[in-house]
């Protein structure tokens, strides 16, 4: 199997670290050890996979059974996990988004291209079924030239409660852009083929997460309380990003906001468009025609539905570990221009205009977070 001989070592033992361990598992690699500072983590995931467990990441990355390491935290801690396990010529691959701040991100990936270990970033839902029917669409140009992208990751009710580590600016470094948002900006710059980046323009709001009264139906955030925790992110954004050559993208995100849910992603082409659920199994394309009459034509296409894409990302891990080349996907490069337009687009909302990506001012909020951390 595509894992065989390659230990791997996972810190971070919550829902996200179970989830790698098992299809890494599958996969053929050996789950050897796992880190996380709560003792009872530790002990299931001991138990489950028959793993070495240590309190902290700088036991696990030092032991010797370990050849690659997959870093399911909170965004603060992961710039000194990636590093250190780069630092130490492992393998490495970091849920996303990259890191909590730009900076820190920057950091990560300098260290990347010093390491001999490769790094790659968790955009799970490029290996979706719907998104690789698209790429395969794409690359035979039925699409013709892309020209923009609408993507939407919307919850009606779905911010995680106070108290968890999602709603608290020094381990998160932002609300629902950096949580769910960036899920669909890194897939709709994927679309495109990363283009170059050249203005942003965005609002990100804090309108429910402070709310007393905040209705939560499905009981998303469990044992809801606004006055039990400071809430000082975003639970909703709305962006326009513009691209050299003229290519752009509207991008919706909120873990709550009056309207339907929806994971809704657009991509229109000078020769045909598509439309699917992001990380779904099905891909809907839409064409026009002018053989024997005028028409539309609509072409549903269905996935394997076996096909995940948490498991096609953690394969393309292991295969990148086994064949010693690096990355074609979910690079470090890509994820560090996905954080680029996150901190472009927080800026932009602090200052109520456009801002062009390429601006190196340190944002008010990237500054505050860096104050806090000190």
């Not at 909703?236 to 709550?256: D, K, M, N, P, Y």
Request: charged fraction near 25%.
């Amino acid at each position: 199997m595509i894992g065989d001989g390659i230990g791997v070592g996972i810190v971070g033992l919550g829902g996200m670290g179970n989830l790698h361990a098992r299809s890494v598992r599958e996969l053929g690699a050996d789950v050897v050890a796992g880190a996380d500072l709560v003792p009872e983590q530790r002990d299931r995931f001991a138990q489950e996979f028959g793993a070495q467990t240590y309190e902290t990441h700088d036991e696990l990355v030092v032991d010797d059974a370990v050849d690659a390491v997959i870093v399911t935290t909170p965004n603060r801690f992961h710039e000194p996990i990636a590093v250190a396990a780069l630092e130490a010529g492992l393998d490495v691959l970091v849920e996303k988004p990259l890191a909590h701040t730009l900076e820190s991100a920057e950091r990560i990936a300098e260290a990347a291209a010093k390491s001999p270990g490769i790094c790659m970033v968790g955009f799970h839902n490029r290996h979706a079924a719907s998104m690789a029917m698209f790429d395969e669409q794409h690359a035979r140009g039925r699409f013709g030239d892309l020209t923009h992208v609408e993507a939407d990751y919307v919850r009606r009710r779905g911010v995680p409660g106070p108290g968890s580590w999602f709603t608290d600016p020094e381990l998160a470094g932002g609300g629902a852009l950096l949580d769910i948002g960036v899920h669909a900006l890194d897939l709709a710059l994927y679309a495109l083929d990363f283009p170059e980046v050249v203005e942003v323009s965005g609002v990100t709001r804090t309108t429910f997460g402070t709310s007393e009264e905040y209705a939560d139906p499905d009981g998303f955030g469990d044992n809801w309380d606004a006055e039990a925790e400071t809430y000082e992110v975003d639970d909703s954004v709305s962006a326009f990003i513009r691209c050299e050559g003229g290519q752009t993208i509207s991008l919706e995100a909120a873990w709550a906001t009056n309207r339907e849910q929806s994971m809704d992603f657009r991509v229109r082409g000078t020769q045909a468009g598509a439309q699917f659920d992001i990380g779904d199994t099905d891909l809907h394309i839409l064409e026009a025609g002018t053989d024997g009459v005028d028409h539309y034509a609509d072409i549903d296409m269905t996935g394997d539905t076996a096909v995940t894409g948490y498991g096609e990302q953690d394969e393309q891990f292991l295969a990148t570990i086994a064949a010693g080349t690096a990355p074609e996907t979910n690079t470090v490069e890509e994820a560090l221009t996905v954080q680029r337009v996150i901190d472009a687009i927080y800026r932009s909302s602090e200052s109520g205009r456009a801002t062009e990506l390429d601006d190196s001012r340190v944002s008010e909020h990237q500054l505050e977070q860096a104050t806090r951390l000190e």
